[in-house]
């Protein structure tokens, strides 16, 4: 089972990024997927997910309106448009893909906010 996370980076305050989280080794249609993200000093925080099948997505009050989570069952990939960003927004982002009986997790993509 593998989740690689790619496309974080350094964008200045109000820019974009698009996140994009390649799974494989399981059947991700039947996954929901969400993103986290850890600041220094913080405790992980769920940021978005979606449901196995796309229906219903969620968010974080603080990234509500400015971030958007989609997914691509035939590339099994999820994806985190990142718009507005704020330098608050810095910390590592981490793809999840969660099951009933199984939770997995990558490895982490840097976003840094900074002027």
């Known amino acids: 089972v593998q989740l690689v996370e790619s496309g974080g980076g350094l964008v200045q305050p ?8 390649a799974a494989s080794g399981f059947t991700f249609s039947t996954y929901s997927m969400r993103w986290y993200r850890q600041a220094p000093g913080k405790e992980r925080e769920l940021v978005a997910g979606i449901t196995s099948g796309g ?11 400015r971030f958007t989570i989609s997914r691509d069952d ?8 990142m718009n507005s960003l704020k330098p ?13 009986h199984s939770d997995y997790w990558g490895q ?8």
């Open 14 to 21: 109000g820019g974009s990024l698009r996140l994009s989280c």
């Open 88 to 100: 608050e927004d810095t910390a590592v982002y981490y793809c999840n893909a969660r099951s009933y």
């Open 74 to 81: 035939a590339k099994n990939t999820v994806f985190l448009q």
């Open 108 to 115: 982490g993509t840097q976003v840094t906010v900074s002027s």
């Open 55 to 65: 229906g219903t997505t969620n968010y974080a009050g603080s990234v509500k309106g």
